[in-house]
């Protein structure tokens, strides 16, 4: 087709949309290239075809919701196909992009609030050389405020009963707030943004309802990544028996994913730093003692689980078994202590039972463990003779 049919066909499209049953033809084309747009050949030819990129982008601007929303499914796949660079390249334009964040931020239709929020996330999780281009201009545009926004519209409505489309886009929200937090130029504003922080620790805490799916992994990931940029952030959250109930509650979720599993023992690390340092001045809590000893047994049997890849991963991967083992030690030690510091009254008998039996338990695997190291060391140094004598 000569260029000027193809550009008067363009057109005359675009016009469609201005009324409903041709809008609804429109959805239905955007339907089409979004499913093609899941293959490589074909989203290649998309790519190739004169003019095509630039007449899909354009359909952003139109107000009909299915159609906003099949275009942003048609992106999202370009932008996880090998034709990514092409397709950053086409949408990096400020208005473009600040369209796409306006939709997200404004739609009412759950649909294309879902559909917009992954078009967001795939435009800060692609992977091509230019992605980076995106994530700038998408801080600079306000990105990091809308997510916020959008996060505490998601929870309020969860919690309420009344979110029509289950966890979907809260889990998308937080992760593309994650993807956020790993790239340097985001990360620090998203850290100052101490409501960002009190919202995904807000997710852990209603993570114990079966609906909120896989959002409550995706939230501690970020917890972690935010407590790494600004360590202060645990002083709001310390305290909070609930939130660390239902940390340790998630953990047996989060055993086969490494990076899941390694942000959960940072914050929980973080936690019983603050908790232990001089420099607070707080005294552990009868309550959060009862939460760590009822979680004691959870912790060991991921550790228990995890020892050999824990042992052996890089260092670099992994936050290694030392280091837990010393986060295991210091729960240990700041529970005698309490036992120590406290005459229970006759209603804490129970709870002091419970504390104590916890302490037996860990203190008899802690000295099992080192037992097991003093082994393993006598084995490698036996090794390590017989070496040199043979040579």
Not at 79 to 90: F, I, R, T
Not at 185 to 201: I, P, Q, T, V
Not at 261 to 285: K, P, Q
């Amino acid at each position: 087709m000569p260029d000027e049919q193809r550009e008067e066909a363009g057109c005359m499209l675009w016009d469609l949309a201005a009324t409903q049953s041709h809008a609804e033809f429109m959805e239905i084309c955007l339907g089409i290239l979004g499913n093609l747009a899941c293959h490589a050949e074909p989203v290649k030819a998309i790519v190739e075809t004169s003019g095509l990129p630039t007449e899909i982008i354009q359909t952003l601007f139109v107000d009909d919701a299915p159609s906003l929303s099949e275009a942003c499914r048609l992106l999202s796949a370009s932008l996880h196909s090998d034709q990514v660079d092409s397709w950053v390249k086409a949408i990096e334009s400020p208005e473009v992009l600040e369209r796409v964040i306006w939709i997200a931020a404004n739609t009412m239709n759950s649909l294309l609030l879902e559909k917009s929020t992954e078009l967001l996330l795939a435009m800060v999780d692609c992977q091509g050389s230019t992605t980076s281009i995106l994530v700038s201009s998408l801080v600079k545009l306000g990105l990091p405020a809308v997510l916020t926004e959008l996060l505490a519209s998601e929870l309020s409505a969860f919690k309420d009963g009344i979110c029509s489309h289950g966890n979907v886009v809260l889990d998308t929200l937080l992760q593309i707030a994650e993807a956020l937090s790993l790239c340097d130029e985001a990360a620090g504003k998203l850290a100052e943004n101490s409501k960002l922080f009190a919202l995904a620790c807000e997710v852990i805490k209603v993570s114990g309802k079966e609906e909120v799916g896989p959002a409550g992994i995706t939230a501690t990931v970020l917890v972690a990544n935010l407590l790494a940029e600004r360590e202060d952030l645990v002083c709001d959250i310390f305290q909070d028996v609930h939130f660390v109930k239902q940390l340790l509650e998630l953990l047996p979720s989060a055993a086969d994913d490494p990076g899941a599993r390694n942000a959960f023992w940072s914050i929980l690390e973080t936690l019983i730093f603050e908790i232990t340092s001089n420099a607070t001045g707080y005294t552990l809590s009868t309550e959060v003692s009862l939460v760590f000893a009822h979680g004691s047994r959870v912790l060991l049997e991921d550790l228990q689980e995890h020892q050999d890849i824990d042992d052996h991963r890089d260092v670099a991967a992994s936050r290694g078994f030392t280091s837990k083992l010393e986060t295991v030690d210091n729960i240990l030690h700041m529970m005698e202590d309490l036992l120590a510091s406290k005459n229970s009254a006759k209603e804490e008998n129970d709870a002091r039972k419970i504390i104590e039996s916890s302490c037996c338990l860990l203190k008899s695997w802690l000295s099992s463990m080192e037992r097991h190291k003093m082994v393993e060391n006598d084995k490698d140094h036996l090794l390590q003779n017989g070496a040199r004598e043979s040579d």
